[in-house]
């Protein structure tokens, strides 16, 4: 099903496809399924299918707004609370990133060392902002990023990273 609708310069586009996660079949089997064992789908509730709805006003010679709240952004947020507290010694400097004004005038293309080193190694940073730039080093472990045992010594692995990337 395929339907456009358009009142003046708002379009509602909604269309329904098969369930990729199940292949239309309302039964998902993943790695941990075995043995003739499935499991409902949770992308689609069992149905084969998803709706979606895409709702937009169409405009012409759209401007980005401005944010007057934001000083620094990230590229990427790998699950944690980021913010300023003195008390933990937490500033801005923290997190990576760059500033919002240094965001804008990049047109949003981040510069080397802008990561969240403090807290992510580089496999897990760029397993979610540039898969083809993720480090597959065989000392690198399966599992949850933090509990490789060379999280701990993380600064090595970015420098190893930097001296790959030059």
């Known amino acids: 099903m395929f339907k456009h609708t358009q009142k003046g310069n708002k379009h509602i586009i909604e269309y329904t496809v098969k369930c990729g996660a199940c292949d239309g ?5 993943g790695f941990a399924e075995k043995d003739g064992i499935g499991v409902v789908c949770h992308r689609c509730d069992g149905k084969g299918e998803i709706k979606n709805k895409y709702e937009f006003v169409a405009t012409e010679n759209f401007k980005r707004k401005d944010r007057e709240d934001i000083k620094l952004v990230l590229q990427y947020n790998p699950g944690m609370i980021v913010g300023v507290d003195s008390e933990k010694g937490l500033d801005y400097d923290s997190w990576g990133g760059m500033s919002y004004e240094e965001w804008k005038k990049s047109k949003g293309k981040f510069p080397p060392k802008s990561e969240m080193r ?18 597959h080093w065989d000392k690198c472990s399966f599992g949850s990023f933090s509990d490789c045992k060379h999280f701990k010594n993380k600064e090595e692995c970015w420098k190893q990273w930097d001296e790959e990337q030059k």
């Open 118 to 135: 403090k807290y992510s190694c580089p496999a897990w940073w760029y397993q979610n902002t540039d898969y083809d730039k993720k480090p």
């Open 25 to 29: 079949t309302g039964i998902y089997v």
